[in-house]
C-alpha cells in the first residue's frame, strides 16, 4: 500500500501487520478500549429491572429490598481500595480484580434467585451485591484515571467522555438484554456478571500508562468521538420511546441491539484513520532523519585538539546525588502541602481544606439529586402520576445524565482553556440550578416532575466530571488513583444522609399520619405507601437548603482558588510533552547512531512506560 503525505514523498508501509500493530498498541485504541469498559461499567444503574425478581424469589419486603439498593450504592462509590492497589500496580492489575468481583457478586446473586443454592441470608446478599457493584470503582480507576493521565491537557473532555458512556450503559445494557433473552430479568443478572466481565479481560493488556505526546488534533479526534456518543444517546432515546409505543418482537429487540453495537464500534474507525495518520508521520520522520544522519557520517572528523576537550558532565549525572537525601515521613508533611496544582501525597490532600470544602460541596449536591434518581418511582405516585410516566421520568433520567457529564466535561474545558472560567464556578452553577428541580417536586407543580427530572438529571451528571477533574487540577495526577475514589465517597455518604434519613424516614412518617387518619392498620411486612403533595414536600426543603450550603461551600472554593485558576494550569504538561517528542523523534538505534556522530553519549530511552 502507497500513501502521499500532504506536501511531502510517498511513503510504502511495510506490510498490513505494522499498522495492525501500530492500531493496537496505539493511544487512540486505548481510547477505544476505555469507552467499551465503561459502556460496561453502569450496572449498577439498572438495579430496578431485576429487584423485582430478587424480592419475590427471596421473600424480601420493601425495607430489606431498599437495604440491598444501599449496598449496591455504597460498594459501587468506595473504591479506594482500589486506588491504593493502582499506586503500585498496572493498570491491568486492578481492571482485572474488577471483572472477577463482578463476575463473583453478580453470579451469586443469579444462583441465588434461580434457586441453584440455598437462600443466602440478608447479610450475604448485600455482600454479594456489594462486591459485584464495587467492581465498577476498579473499572473506573484501571481505565478512566489511566486515560486521564495519558492526556493531561484534555481531562475535562476525557471525563466528560468516559462518564458519558457510564451514564448511558444502563440504556446500552437494556438493549442487549431484550435482544439476548427478551423479557427473561432473572438472566439479565446473569449478562451483569459475564459481560463487563470478558469485554475487561479481552482489553486487558490495553489500558496502560503511555508518554504523553500531545498531537496537534488531539481534542479534534475526541469531538468526533463525542458525535458518535451523541448519536448513540439519540438513537437509544428513539428506540426507547418506540418500544413504549409499540410491542416489540425478540427478533425486532435484535435489530435495535444490532444499531446500538455498530454505534458502540463506530470510534474504532477514528482509531484507525487517526493511527494511520501517526504511522505515516514516522515513516516519513525515519526517512528523512535517515539522510541527515548520512550527511552527517561522511563528515571530515574534528581536530585532534578537540578530542582531548573532556565533555561536559550532563545533568542526570548529578541526579544520584540528589535521590540519596532522605525525604522527610510522609505524616510530618501532611500539614506542609506543596502549591496547588503540583503532586500532592495523600495524606495532603485528605487533610486539606480545599479537598474537605470539595467534600461537602459533592456530599449535598451529588446526595441530593441522588435522593431524586432512588426515590423516583415513589415519587411519581405519591403525586399520582400514572405509572407510565414514571418510566419516562427514569428514561429522561438516563439520557440528560449522559447530556449532563459530556457537557460539563467539554464545556468546562472549552472555558477553562479559553476564558480561564474556573472548573469551582461551574460546579456552583450546577448546585444553583439543582435547587430548582428540588423545588418543583416540592411544591408540585403540575408537570413539574417532568422538567425536575431534565434538571436532576443534568446536574447529577454534570458533578461528576466538575469534580473529579477539579481532584486532578489542585492535588495533581501522582496520586491521583486514590484521590479519584476518596472524591467518590461523597455519594453513599450524602445518599444515607439524605435520601435514606431524611427523604425516607419523613416519607414514612408522613405515611403511617395517612394510614392513621384513615383507621388502616398495616401488617407486618407491608410498606407503606404514602399519597400527595406532603409525601416529600418537607423532605425536598431540607434537600433545597443543604444543596445551597453545597453551592456555598463551592463558591468559597471559587475564591480560594481563583488565582490558581487564572494562571496557566497546563503549562508543566505542555513541557513534558514537549520533551516527550523530542526523545521519541527517532528510533532508538538511530537516536544512538546520531548522538554518537555529534558526540553525545548519552542517549534518551523512548520506551513506553508501565506496558
Same mark, same amino acid.
Given at each position: ?30 481510547? %477505544? ?66 471483572? !472477577? ?45 489511566? &486515560? ?24 446500552? %445494557? ?15 443478572? #446473569? &449478562? ?11 482489553? #486487558? ?25 451523541? +448519536? &448513540?444517546?439519540?438513537?437509544? !432515546? ?15 429487540? +435484535? ?12 470510534? &474504532? ?60 515521613? /510522609? ?48 415519587? +411519581? ?44 464556578? !461551574? ?21 413539574? #416532575? ?8 443534568? /446536574? ?54 395517612? !394510614? ?11 410498606? #407503606? ?5 406532603? /409525601? ?13 450550603? +453545597? ?61
Amino acid at each position: 500500500m502507497v500513501v502521499a503525505a500532504s506536501g511531502g514523498p510517498k511513503v510504502s508501509p511495510r506490510d498490513a501487520g505494522t499498522l495492525a500493530v501500530q492500531v493496537v498498541t496505539g493511544r487512540w485504541f486505548m481510547v %477505544f478500549a476505555s469507552l467499551l469498559i465503561m459502556s460496561a461499567a453502569g450496572a449498577t444503574y439498572m438495579f430496578s429491572l431485576y429487584s423485582s425478581n430478587i424480592k419475590s424469589s427471596l421473600g424480601y419486603d420493601q425495607t430489606t429490598l431498599n437495604l440491598l439498593s444501599f449496598f449496591k450504592d455504597l460498594g459501587a462509590n468506595v473504591g479506594v481500595i482500589s486506588g491504593l492497589i493502582n499506586e503500585v500496580t498496572p493498570p491491568w492489575v486492578v481492571i482485572s480484580i474488577g471483572a !472477577m468481583l463482578n463476575f463473583f457478586g453478580y453470579f451469586m446473586i443469579w444462583m441465588a434467585v434461580t434457586k441453584r443454592i440455598a437462600a443466602p441470608q440478608v447479610w450475604q446478599m448485600c455482600l454479594y451485591i456489594c462486591i459485584g457493584a464495587n467492581s465498577q470503582a476498579f473499572s473506573n480507576t484501571g481505565a478512566l484515571v489511566t &486515560l486521564v493521565k495519558n492526556f493531561p491537557e484534555s481531562r475535562g473532555v476525557v471525563l466528560g467522555l468516559l462518564k458519558g458512556y457510564v451514564g448511558l450503559s444502563g440504556a446500552i %445494557f437494556t438493549q442487549l438484554f431484550y435482544a439476548f433473552y427478551y423479557h427473561d430479568t432473572k438472566a439479565l443478572i #446473569l &449478562l451483569i456478571g459475564w459481560l463487563p466481565a470478558a469485554i475487561s479481560f479481552a482489553f #486487558l493488556r490495553t489500558i496502560r500508562i503511555v508518554k504523553v505526546v500531545r498531537q496537534p488534533n488531539e481534542v479534534k479526534v475526541f469531538y468526533n468521538l463525542l458525535y458518535i456518543s451523541l +448519536g &448513540l444517546a439519540g438513537f437509544i !432515546m428513539i428506540m426507547i420511546i418506540v418500544e413504549k409505543q409499540l410491542t416489540f418482537t425478540r427478533s425486532e429487540y +435484535g435489530i435495535s441491539a444490532a444499531g446500538v453495537i455498530f454505534l458502540l464500534f463506530l470510534p &474504532l474507525a477514528i482509531v484507525l484513520i487517526e493511527e494511520f495518520k501517526i504511522l505515516k508521520a514516522k515513516e516519513l520522520l525515519a526517512a528523512s532523519d535517515s539522510s541527515q544522519l548520512k550527511i552527517t557520517a561522511e563528515k571530515p572528523p574534528p581536530p585532534p585538539l578537540q578530542e582531548t576537550v573532556p565533555p561536559t558532565p550532563p545533568a542526570s549525572a548529578l541526579a544520584p546525588v540528589a535521590s540519596n537525601e532522605k525525604q522527610p515521613s /510522609c505524616w510530618r508533611t501532611a500539614f506542609r502541602p506543596p502549591d496547588r496544582g503540583e503532586d500532592y501525597t495523600i495524606l495532603q490532600a485528605l487533610f486539606s481544606i480545599d479537598m474537605l470544602i470539595l467534600f461537602l460541596a459533592t456530599i449535598c449536591g451529588v446526595g441530593g439529586t441522588l435522593t431524586v434518581i432512588d426515590n423516583l418511582g415513589q415519587i +411519581g405516585a405519591s403525586l399520582r402520576y400514572p405509572t407510565k410516566s414514571i418510566g419516562t421520568f427514569v428514561t429522561l433520567v438516563s439520557i440528560w445524565n449522559y447530556l449532563g457529564r459530556v457537557a460539563a466535561g467539554f464545556g468546562s474545558e472549552i472555558l477553562l482553556t479559553k476564558y480561564k472560567f474556573p472548573r469551582p464556578l !461551574m460546579l456552583t452553577i450546577i448546585l444553583l440550578v439543582s435547587c430548582v428541580g428540588h423545588l418543583l417536586i416540592a411544591f408540585d407543580i403540575p408537570g413539574g #416532575l417532568y422538567i425536575a427530572s431534565i434538571i436532576i438529571g443534568f /446536574c447529577f451528571g454534570a458533578q461528576w466530571p466538575l469534580l473529579f477533574a477539579i481532584i486532578s487540577e489542585i492535588f495533581g495526577l501522582k496520586y491521583y488513583s486514590t484521590l479519584y475514589n476518596f472524591g467518590s465517597v461523597a455519594s453513599p455518604v450524602g445518599s444515607y444522609i439524605l435520601s435514606v434519613r431524611v427523604a425516607g424516614g419523613l416519607y414514612d412518617r408522613e405515611a403511617r399520619k395517612q !394510614m392513621l387518619a384513615e383507621g388502616i392498620r398495616r401488617n407486618s411486612g407491608e410498606g #407503606l405507601n404514602c399519597v400527595g403533595t406532603k /409525601c416529600f414536600q418537607l423532605a425536598f426543603f431540607i434537600i433545597t437548603a443543604a444543596t445551597l450550603l +453545597g453551592a456555598l461551600a463551592s463558591f468559597v472554593l471559587v475564591m480560594r482558588t481563583r488565582k490558581f485558576y487564572r494562571g496557566d494550569i497546563y503549562k508543566k504538561f505542555r513541557e513534558e510533552a514537549k520533551e516527550a517528542e523530542t526523545q521519541m523523534a527517532l528510533p532508538n538505534n538511530q537516536q544512538e547512531d546520531n548522538n554518537v556522530a555529534v558526540g553525545n553519549g548519552n542517549p534518551v530511552s523512548s520506551e513506553t512506560k508501565g506496558a
